[in-house]
């Protein structure tokens, strides 16, 4: 008898569909690259700062008419718009919630089993997020950074889910319990 591959995504759900995900991101071995938490407040290291700068990408500017047009998949014309709503950076792990929000009509289907990322998805948008930041640390003389392979994942499925998540997150350096560091 085969063992089964571990699924890590709700099975049968489409990652692509307009909504919210709470996203944790963990460093490997949840080595302190992103900075240091002293009183409740995080000095971000030169890895954090870059990290933040990403993020702060595909925060919607709520003082816009449209609060998505310094999203840069909204400037490259996507039909799909991925948006950082909240985060957190902590020294070993970030904290997101990101908005997929469809331009397009499109018929969603449901997956099964293994499948390739699909464009616009949860995934996809991870796997090039961990690679632009992995790869400007290779590029910037910190080779000794890499990621934890996958990632968690949440599908937020109301508004008071939503807050809950939200006050967790930018509560999160405060309920720091890895210590000083």
């Not at 449209?66 to 840069?72: E, Q, V």
């Not at 985060?87 to 990101?98: F, G, N, S």
Request: glycine share 6%.
């Amino acid at each position: 008898m085969y063992k089964k591959h571990k699924q890590y995504r709700l099975y049968n759900y489409d990652y692509s569909q307009d909504g919210y995900y709470f996203i944790t991101i963990i460093t490997k071995d949840r080595a302190h690259f992103f900075g240091k938490i002293k009183n409740q407040q995080i000095t971000l290291s030169a890895i954090g700062s870059y990290l933040k700068d990403n993020i702060q990408q595909f925060y919607p500017d709520e003082t816009l008419e449209n609060p998505y047009t310094n999203n840069p998949l909204y400037i490259n014309s996507s039909p799909t718009i991925i948006a950082i709503t909240e985060w957190a950076i902590l020294p070993d792990h970030i904290h997101l919630i990101v908005e997929i929000l469809n331009l397009e009509n499109k018929a969603y289907t449901s997956v099964t089993g293994l499948s390739p990322l699909t464009k616009g998805s949860v995934s996809s948008f991870i796997n090039h997020f961990k690679g632009n930041v992995k790869k400007w640390c290779n590029e910037n003389d910190f080779a000794g950074f890499n990621w934890q392979q996958r990632f968690h994942d949440r599908i937020i499925r109301n508004k008071g889910e939503y807050e809950r998540i939200a006050w967790y997150i930018r509560n999160n350096v405060l309920n720091w319990k890895g210590g000083d560091t």
